[in-house]
C-alpha cells in the first residue's frame, strides 16, 4: 500500500516570498503520478499541478513548481511571490499507474499542509 | 476540465436519518468516486462509482452504510445511512479529467450530525 507524508502542519510564508511545502511517498511501484491539491476555506479542491514519475523534468505551473526526487521519494512544492489567495490546505497525492496502461485511479492523500500568506 | 455539480453544500441532520448527496457532471464519465473528509484530517476515498455495475468499496466501508447508485454517465448519489455524529464529515465527489491530467472535485457537502 501506497502511503504519502506530509510533515509541516502548518507553514506561513509573508506576501511576495517564496515558501516550500514538503511531501514524501512510500511505494513499490514504478509509475505513477503525483500531484498537488489545493483546499481553500470554501472547500473546493483545486489540482495545482501534477508530476508523471517517468518524467526525469520537474513540473512547473505558473508560479508553482516542483522539486522531483524519485529516488529519495519526495515531492516538494514551492510556490514563489505568494499571494494572500494562496492561504490554504495543500495536499499531496499518489495516484499508481496500471501495468495494463490504464490507471489505478485512486488517489492516496497525505494529511496536508495548511499554508498562511500574511500580508 | 469537468465541471461537478454537488448538492447540497451543507446539512444538519438528526441522528438515526439518512441524507442523499448528489453530484452533476458536465460530461460523460466511466468513473465516479465518492471521499470522505472528516474535521482537520484529509481524504479517503469511500468508494468508486462505475455505470451499471455495483460501487467497489474501499476497506471500512459498506454499502449498508453508504449505499450509491449511478443511474447514468453524468449523475451519482451517494447516501449516508443512519447517521451518528462520527459521520459529520465534508464529502467530496470526484472525476478523472478527459486527457487526464488529474481530478476534478465536486464543491464538497459538509454534514453535520446532532
Known amino acids: 500500500a501506497q502511503t504519502v507524508t506530509q510533515s509541516q502542519p502548518e507553514m506561513s510564508v509573508q506576501e511576495a516570498e517564496t515558501v516550500t511545502l514538503s511531501c514524501t511517498y512510500d511505494t513499490s511501484e514504478s509509475n505513477y503520478y503525483l500531484f498537488w491539491y489545493k483546499q481553500p476555506p470554501s472547500r473546493q479542491m483545486i489540482l495545482v499541478i501534477r508530476q508523471e514519475a517517468y518524467k526525469q523534468q520537474n513540473a512547473t505551473e505558473n508560479r508553482f513548481s516542483v522539486n522531483f526526487q524519485k529516488a529519495a521519494k519526495s515531492f516538494s512544492l514551492k510556490i514563489s511571490d505568494s499571494q494572500l489567495g494562496d492561504t490554504a490546505m495543500y495536499f499531496c497525492?499518489?495516484?499508481?499507474?496500471?501495468?495494463?496502461?490504464?490507471?489505478?485511479?485512486?488517489?492516496?492523500f497525505g494529511k496536508g499542509t495548511l499554508l498562511t500568506v500574511n500580508p | 476540465s469537468a465541471v461537478i455539480s454537488q448538492k447540497p453544500s451543507r446539512d444538519i441532520c438528526q441522528r438515526g436519518t439518512s441524507l442523499t448527496i448528489q453530484c452533476q457532471v458536465d460530461?460523460?464519465?466511466?468513473?465516479m468516486f465518492w471521499y470522505r473528509q472528516q474535521p482537520g484530517q484529509s481524504l479517503t476515498l469511500i468508494a468508486t462509482a462505475n455505470q451499471g455495475s455495483e460501487a467497489t468499496y474501499e476497506s471500512g466501508f459498506v454499502i449498508d452504510k453508504f449505499p450509491i447508485s449511478r443511474p447514468n454517465l453524468t449523475f451519482s448519489t451517494l447516501t449516508v445511512s443512519n447517521m451518528s455524529p462520527e459521520d459529520s464529515s465534508i464529502y467530496l465527489c470526484?472525476?478523472?479529467?478527459?486527457?487526464?491530467?488529474?481530478?476534478?472535485f465536486g464543491s464538497g457537502t459538509r454534514l453535520t450530525v446532532v
Open positions: 460530461s460523460q464519465v466511466t468513473m
Open positions: 497525492a499518489f495516484m499508481k499507474h496500471g501495468s495494463s496502461g490504464g490507471s489505478n485511479y485512486k488517489l492516496t
Open positions: 470526484s472525476v478523472r479529467d478527459r486527457g487526464f491530467y488529474g481530478y476534478t
